[in-house]
């Protein structure tokens, strides 16, 4: 899966409305049943599924290629050399709305043990079955809802990882973490490699387009977008609803914190690793647009 606005690496669409709806899990909000929740996920599950074709038909043919080299890895420098600190090899490791895999799969590449990845669309879940094929690579998809991970995998990885565009599109953000953090063993830990959420406050725009400040850092309404999730073609077309939500750092650190996990270690940098926001990025101005967060499970 992917995140909102940039997307797992690009925006949805820019027909994008706030909502007038209470969001499960916010903090001072009455709203925290499953139910809501599971309204969302089911809709945005539906709009994934709607959406995987088209990422096939931009990337499956060269993924496959790519995979098909040994050793092949599509992370960036910042992520492996994170990774590479952790300590992936030999390890069991699961990614959480991995998408198509492929980046679940570079893991593998640098030496994991076990690689599972949870993904809500069966479309992508498909496609990271066929890359691993490809690459002959032993790993694992899952297609569930997040907050229906089955509790066999509870305590089964000694790293959890997630990246961008995932946590955007979590209408609870506690019970999220607390679904991880149970996925982790003693000892393990969560790597996030996400966009800055303060990015959640700027129109997304290209390069040469002046930068908008728009939207509250402290904005509490769901974001829905209907204008199709293609962040690699940019093809619009009439989308089923996609539902996404803008948590501060404070909330993404808490939610963590409040599942039983310590930070270890967050860097902020001024690099964009979404298919969106360029006219950030060309500013030069020096906001932060990712960071990578480390939470320890120590019980």
């Known amino acids: 899966m992917s995140g909102p606005r ?4 690009g925006p949805p669409s820019a027909n994008k409305n706030p909502m007038d709806v209470a969001v499960p899990g916010a903090r001072g909000d009455p ?3 499953a139910d809501k929740t599971k309204e969302f996920t089911t809709a945005n599950r539906a709009a994934w599924e709607e959406a995987a074709p088209i990422h096939g038909q931009q ?9 098909s080299r040994p050793g092949f890895s599509c992370l960036d420098q910042v992520e492996t050399n994170r990774l590479k600190a952790l300590g ?3 390890r069991d490791v699961a990614q959480i709305c991995c998408n198509n895999g492929r980046e679940l799969l570079s893991v593998k590449n640098m030496g994991a043990a076990r690689c599972v990845g949870f993904d809500g669309a ?3 879940v498909d496609q990271g ?3 691993a094929k490809a690459g002959g690579l032993d790993v694992e998809f899952v297609c569930t809802d997040v907050y229906d991970i089955d509790d066999g995998f509870a305590r089964c990885f000694d790293l959890v990882t997630i990246t961008i565009g995932v946590l955007g599109w979590m209408p609870d953000l506690q019970r999220f973490f607390s679904v991880v953090a149970k996925l982790i063993k003693p000892g393990g830990a969560l790597f996030i490699y996400e966009q800055h959420p303060i990015l959640e406050m700027i129109e997304p725009a290209d390069a040469d387009t002046p930068i908008v400040w728009e939207f509250s850092y402290f904005n509490k309404k769901p974001y829905v977008e209907t204008g199709g ?3 690699y073609g940019g093809e619009k077309y009439d989308a089923k609803p996609a539902t996404s939500f803008s948590h501060t750092m404070a909330e993404i650190l808490m939610a963590g914190i409040d599942s039983g996990l310590a930070v270890e270690h967050i860097e902020e940098f001024p690099h964009h690793i979404s298919n969106t926001w360029w006219n950030v990025e060309k500013s030069g101005i020096g906001l932060p647009m990712c960071y990578t967060l480390v939470l320890r499970k120590n019980i």
């Not at 940039?6 to 690496?9: K, M, S, T």
């Not at 990337?59 to 995979?67: G, K, S, V, Y």
Request: overall charge negative; charged content about 25%.
């Open 59 to 67: 990337n499956q043919a060269r993924l496959i290629e790519e995979f």
């Open 229 to 231: 999730l293609d962040y």
């Open 31 to 33: 709203m925290t049943g």
């Open 122 to 124: 069966q479309g992508f």
């Open 6 to 9: 940039a997307l797992h690496g």
């Open 88 to 90: 992936v090899e030999g």
């Open 129 to 131: 079955r066929e890359l």
